[in-house]
């Protein structure tokens, strides 16, 4: 979606018809009283916006509040001109709201706030992470019964992983959860072809460049190896598009499968694939004060990589405690 899209000057006003006159329409005598023309609703632009009260957020947090989205995908759509407030379509993001007094509408429905839910979901390979897919492939949302309501992932994994996604509607959570600012971790199990050397492993976590940028990952280690093949625990705290598989690819190893197992405070544990659960209140409690939590100050969400002790000579076995006498053994035809 791209907001400097070209429109048609008849559909929305801007600041120069506010100066230009208002040009003489002919007298057009109506057919029917009961079928008047319908008008365009009007613009609400940045200079609309008034000053901050304590009842009203911006409006983008209260779509996302609401359910409907993401709030990035939340302000999609107020630059697409899909919202509407009092009747007049929406076009700044700064604009604030209170939905208790105003009728907020998207795509001509009322927006009304929803009881929140969270649910655990172990995602399967083979099915995608957004809501909207136009190859009509699985998405996470259909493992969940639909009078679930309006759902959202946090976060994605792609089509061929598996593991761990938080899916919602509390669309402020997520974006406290999913933005890279806000470094969450990521933890996942990797099955690699071969085993990696200690300097192969430090140059991912070091970085390589790619043609978005830089990747890297925040810690790597490995946990199991064979004659063929490894199994890494690496942890990420943003993710870019297929991050982990390109990254081993480029120092010559292959990802066979990869399974994210955490995410923040939230263990995968043993749920099955496919299968999901809603979050315990507890669960809920310690996710919500995780993403209150400044990511300068958060415990770690995982334990550290066990260290080697020190190799120690082997001590001679001592003597056991009682008198000579008692431990010496009886001389061949001694006396009793």
Known sequence: MNADLPVDDSDELDESDLDAPAPEQPKVRATSRNSPRRRKPPTITDEDLVEDDSTQERLQKVLAGAG?????HCEEYILDGRVTVDGKVVTALGIKVDLD????CVDGERVKLEKRQYFLVNKPPGVVSTNADPNGRPRVIDLLPPWKGRLFSVGRLDEGSEGLLLVTNDGDLAHRLAHPKFQVERVYRALVAGTPTDEELRQIRQGMYFTEGKFKVRDVRRIKSSLKSTILELVLTEGQNREIRRLLARIGHKVMKLKRVSF???RLGELVTGGYRPLTPAELKLLQQFAATDPTRRPATRRPAPTRSPKRTPRKPTRPK???KDNKKPR?????
């Not at 409907?68 to 990035?72: D, G, K, Y």
């Not at 007094?101 to 907020?104: G, H, N």
């Open 68 to 72: 409907l989205a993401s709030r990035r």
């Open 101 to 104: 007094k105003q009728r907020v």
């Open 264 to 266: 923040g405070p939230l």
């Open 322 to 324: 009682g008198t000579f």
């Open 332 to 336: 061949r035809g001694g006396r009793d």
